[in-house]
C-alpha cells in the first residue's frame, strides 16, 4: 500500500510526498531511543517480544521514499510526485491507524450496519482483570463473549415484553488496549442497534427498541460482573501473577499509571450519568446514542472505535526535549499534558502494541459471517460488472469469489489526509501512476533527483541499562 499525505515542492519541478509535520516528532523519538529501548529489554526477562521491534521497525519505514514509492505524472503540465510506502502496521504508526480507521468506517457503514438507530455500549474493568485481560488475548474474547450474550439476553427480553418473539440482535464490538493518557487499558465499545429483527418471509423486519432503563443498565453491568470473576477464578488467573517478561513489565507499569503528576490526593467522586453504572471497578457506559438518519455520526463512531492509540496532534516536543502530549480530558488538578522523556514515552508505546492474530474489530450475532439473516438484514454491495459474452468459460465464477476492495489507496488518502493525489494543484489536470519503485534502483532515482537516498539512522543506544525502566 502506498501513501504518505502532503506535498511539497521538489527540485527539478517535481514534488513528491513527505510525511505530516506532526509525524516528524514520533519518527525523531523512536529513532533516537529505539536502540536503548531494545537494550533496556534485555536485562529484563526475554527482551521484548519480536511483534513489537518488528512495529517499530516498520514504523521507522513508513513513509521514507528510501524504501520505496509510486511516481505520479500530471498528463497535463508533466509535473510529478512521488508517493511513499506505508507500513500498513496496526499498533504504532499513526498514519497507518488512521487510514485504518477510514477504511473500516466506510466498510461497516456501506457494507454492514443496516439503516438502523444505534447505540454504543462501553465496558472497562478493574485494574486486576485489566492486566489479565490484557496479557491473554484468547481469555479477553472469552470476557467479550459473556458481555455480548448477557447484552443480547437484554435486547430479547425487552422485545418479549412489546410482544416480539424470536427476535435477533447483533453488535460490531472494537477491542481497544490504551486511554487518553497512553497507558494500557483493555476495554470493549460494542455498536449495537437499538432494536432486534424478526424473521418474516423472505427477509427481515426491525423493531425498534425503547431505550435501556438506569435499572436495566446496572443490573446488566451486575450479570457481567458476577460472570466474568467467576471466569477468570474458575481459570486461575486471579490472584494474577506478576510479569515474566520485558513486555510484561512495561504493561503492569503501564496499567499502574505511574504518572508524572502523581500526588496523595483525593479525587472526587465520578459524575453520575444517565444509563451509565460502576459497580466495584467494572464500569459500563450506554448514552451514546444515533438516530437512524445519522449516517455520518455512524461512521465518525465507528472511526472512533477502530482509531489507533497515539493521536498526531497532541504529540509536540519541548525544548529541553522531552515529549509532551495533551489528553483529552484534563485531571482533577487541572493537568491537560503528559510530558515524559523519550525512553519513558517508548516504553509506553510498546506496551499498547496489539499482538498479532488478534483481531480486534469483531461481529456478533446477525452480524456474524456465517448468521443465516446476515444476508436478508446487511446493506446490499453495488453489482458487479456485467460479464461480456466473449469472456472465457468460468470468468463468472472467477469474479464471485474475488473479494471487492474497500478503498482503493487515493480514495482512502483524500478520505484520511484530504489529499488528492490524482489531482495536479498545478494545472488542474489529472495524475496517473507511471511506476511503482521498490528496490535497488530506487537510491539511483532519488539521487538523480537530489533527494534523501539513505534512511536516517538509528541513534547509538545509552549504556549501561537505565535504572528507570518502570518509570
Not at 456501506?110 to 485494574?127: D, G, I, K, M, N
Request: aromatic share 6%.
Amino acid at each position: 500500500m502506498v501513501g504518505m499525505g502532503v506535498q511539497e515542492a521538489g527540485p527539478c519541478g517535481r514534488g513528491y510526498a513527505r510525511r505530516r509535520p506532526e509525524e516528524t516528532v514520533l519518527h525523531g523519538a523512536v529513532r533516537e531511543g529505539l536502540a536503548t529501548l531494545l537494550e533496556e529489554a534485555q536485562a529484563v526477562g526475554r527482551g521484548l517480544p519480536r511483534f513489537v521491534e518488528r512495529e517499530f521497525a516498520r514504523y521507522l519505514e513508513c513513509g521514507v521514499l528510501a524504501h520505496g514509492f509510486a511516481r505520479v505524472r500530471c498528463e497535463g503540465c508533466k509535473d510529478e510526485l512521488l508517493v511513499a510506502f506505508s507500513c500498513k502496521g496496526r499498533g504504532l504508526c499513526p498514519s497507518c491507524n488512521a487510514r485504518r480507521a477510514h477504511v473500516t468506517a466506510a466498510h461497516l457503514v456501506e457494507r454492514v450496519l443496516p439503516h438502523a438507530p444505534y447505540r454504543q455500549w462501553t465496558l472497562s474493568f478493574p485494574f486486576r482483570v485489566r492486566w489479565v485481560l490484557a496479557r491473554d488475548a484468547r481469555l479477553f474474547s472469552a470476557v467479550l463473549s459473556i458481555f455480548l450474550r448477557a447484552l443480547a439476553a437484554l435486547q430479547r427480553r425487552r422485545a418479549r415484553r412489546l410482544g416480539v418473539r424470536g427476535a435477533q440482535a447483533g453488535a460490531v464490538t472494537f477491542l481497544q488496549r490504551f486511554s487518553s493518557a497512553l497507558a494500557l487499558n483493555p476495554h470493549i465499545h460494542s455498536v449495537v442497534p437499538d432494536g432486534v429483527w424478526v424473521e418474516e418471509g423472505e427477509g427481515a423486519r426491525f423493531v425498534p427498541l425503547p431505550p435501556p432503563t438506569q435499572e436495566e443498565v446496572e443490573r446488566l453491568v451486575a450479570v457481567v460482573r458476577h460472570r466474568v470473576l467467576r471466569l477468570l477464578e474458575r481459570r486461575g488467573v486471579l490472584p494474577a501473577e506478576g510479569p515474566e517478561n520485558a513486555l510484561e513489565a512495561l504493561q503492569a507499569a503501564s496499567l499502574q499509571q505511574l504518572l508524572p503528576w502523581a500526588k496523595a490526593e483525593v479525587r472526587a467522586p465520578p459524575r453520575s450519568r444517565p444509563r451509565c453504572a460502576q459497580l466495584e471497578g467494572f464500569s459500563l457506559h450506554a448514552n451514546t446514542h444515533l438516530h437512524a438518519n445519522d449516517r455520518e455520526g455512524l461512521e465518525r463512531l465507528c472511526r472512533y472505535g477502530a482509531r489507533g492509540a497515539l493521536a498526531m496532534e497532541r504529540l509536540t516536543r519541548l525544548e529541553d526535549g522531552r515529549l509532551s502530549y495533551r489528553m483529552k480530558r484534563p485531571l482533577p488538578d487541572g493537568t491537560r499534558h503528559l510530558v515524559l522523556p523519550v525512553d519513558a514515552f517508548l516504553r509506553r508505546l510498546a506496551a499498547l502494541v496489539p499482538p498479532p492474530g488478534s483481531n480486534l474489530v469483531r461481529f456478533h450475532g446477525l452480524f456474524a459471517p456465517g448468521a443465516a439473516l446476515r444476508p436478508r438484514v446487511v446493506p446490499k454491495s453495488e453489482a458487479p460488472a456485467p460479464i461480456s459474452a466473449e469472456a472465457p468459460a468460468g470468468a463468472a465464477e472467477v469474479q464471485s469469489k474475488q473479494r471487492v476492495a474497500r478503498l482503493d489507496w487515493a480514495t482512502l488518502l483524500k478520505r484520511s489526509f484530504d489529499f488528492d493525489v490524482f489531482t495536479c494543484p498545478g494545472c488542474g489536470g489529472r495524475r496517473r501512476v507511471l511506476a511503482v519503485l521498490k528496490g535497488p534502483g530506487v537510491k539511483e532515482v532519488l539521487r538523480h533527483l537530489g533527494l534523501p537516498s539513505v534512511p536516517l539512522p538509528l541513534a547509538s543506544a545509552r549504556g549501561p541499562p537505565q535504572g528507570e525502566w518502570l518509570h
